[in-house]
């Protein structure tokens, strides 16, 4: 927890408590359901909670956006998020159950009220959303295609067009290559954290 406060300090009480709870609750539910590396959870703060974070070092969405998460698994980036912007919406889907299970529970328990969730394919998601937000769970170019027909037109509600904010790691050169037609923005997440952890990973952002 301390890393998080380090880098967003201005948390509020209610936002604090939320994320403090997700320790016990994700060791606990990870003893049922096996949604993170049992060798990764004891670095669920900085592996996960600050990794998803970062996207909140990239926007400042105004009230009322509306993210989709793709690929939530447990609830990343989705949960943190929704935590860090209470007035914006978060519709978080997975193809596995028992992980949109565990999404679902950890937020009921924090008492989080702007997440929805579905267990299914983003082919099956009809709704809108202002950014569709994911954890590396593919390739950019398939990212892309699952993610277009979720983007809404953008409404003005940000500075920022509405689009695909991703979070992966390693080296990007050829996925970049290969999402052809669309402008494509690469941001290390080393220039948002110095966690040893973030020095092989990055943000990308393609408006669609």
Request: overall charge neutral.
């Amino acid at each position: 927890m301390d890393n998080i406060l380090r880098y967003f300090p201005e948390l509020s009480e209610t936002q604090r408590g939320q994320l403090a709870a997700l320790g016990k609750l994700y060791a606990m539910w990870n003893e049922k359901i096996n949604v993170i590396s049992r060798r990764d959870i004891d670095n669920l703060y900085i592996n996960h909670v600050l990794h998803s974070m970062a996207i909140g070092k990239f926007i400042t969405p105004g009230s009322g956006t509306s993210f989709v998460d793709l690929g939530c698994g447990g609830g990343f980036p989705g949960i943190p998020l929704a935590i860090l912007w209470p007035d914006c919406s978060f519709h978080l889907i997975d193809r596995i159950g028992k992980k949109i299970r565990v999404a679902t529970e950890i937020a009921s328990e924090i008492g989080l009220k702007n997440c929805s969730f579905q267990h299914g394919d983003s082919g099956e998601c009809r709704q809108k959303f202002d950014y569709v937000v994911s954890r590396a769970v593919m390739t950019l170019p398939e990212l892309v295609k699952a993610s277009r027909h979720m983007v809404a037109a953008t409404s003005g509600r940000n500075r920022l067009h509405n689009g695909l904010i991703c979070l992966k790691g390693g080296d990007l050169t050829d996925e970049i290559a290969a999402t052809k037609g669309f402008d494509t923005l690469q941001i290390p997440l080393s220039d948002f954290f110095a966690e040893e952890y973030f020095s092989t990973k990055s943000l990308i952002y393609i408006p669609l």
